[in-house]
């Protein structure tokens, strides 16, 4: 089945720690996309990527760090920089010209201890 | 000129009735207008989109209605099913740009 996968679906950080946070897709789709969402809140853009070895600061972006060395993977590492990183995180994908929307992975709630 | 304003926040129907969510938005270049559903702990799935050449797309019990002129569209749920509670977000985008989402509405059905 085609689809975006993100893992893990729950993940602990420390304080001082860096975590990554993993989205694979394979959807042959060219752009992705990393999203926060606190609770109660809407979407908010971090980073995206519209092909491989490029990728452009959202709204939120300070704090986190991306790469896009492959087309299928997009991970998102949360960074200590980010002073209040617990937070819904989402991961999607679209495809050429986003003609059919994006497809949305299931998530990562990150929580810091 | 990117922003989607979308409202209301929060809503409560009764069962049988009708939900009715409403977008506006101010760039004329915006050209694909999507709806997304979102259940608690899940990512968001789309809905039903329109493009700006119609004025209505039915799908089912939901309906987007879009306003050109009013640079409006709207989402109706008829027969609202407790099923349906959830969080929409409407979107819109402008070709190959990325969607810029509204701020979302939570949606209650009461039994």
């Known amino acids: 089945d085609g689809g975006i996968t993100q893992s893990p679906k729950y993940l602990f950080r420390k304080e001082g720690q860096n975590v990554t946070l993993s989205c694979e897709q394979n959807l042959n789709h060219d752009a992705m996309y990393w999203y926060r969402q606190d609770p109660g809140q809407g979407l908010r853009l971090i980073y995206y990527?519209?092909?491989?070895?490029?990728?452009q600061k959202g709204d939120i972006a300070e704090g986190y760090s991306v790469s896009r060395e492959k087309k299928e993977s997009f991970p998102l590492t949360v960074t200590s920089a980010q002073k209040n990183p617990t937070a819904f995180y989402l991961c999607a994908s679209a495809g050429q010209g986003v003609l059919y929307g994006y497809t949305f992975g299931s998530g990562t709630r990150l929580t810091v201890v | 000129q990117q922003q989607v304003k979308q409202s209301p926040q929060s809503l409560i129907v009764q069962k049988g009735g009708i939900s009715i969510i409403n977008c506006a938005y101010e760039n004329t270049a915006f050209d694909y207008f999507p709806w997304y559903q979102q259940f608690p702990g899940k990512g968001p799935a789309l809905l039903i989109a329109i493009r700006p050449d119609v004025s209505e797309k039915k799908e089912g019990r939901f309906t987007i209605s879009f306003n050109k002129s009013a640079k409006q569209f709207s989402l109706h749920i008829m027969d609202s099913q407790p099923g349906d509670s959830a969080t929409y977000f409407c979107a819109a985008s402008k070709g190959a740009q990325k969607l810029v989402f509204g701020q979302g509405t939570r949606l209650t059905i009461n039994p």
């Open positions: 990527s519209q092909i491989v070895n490029d990728f």
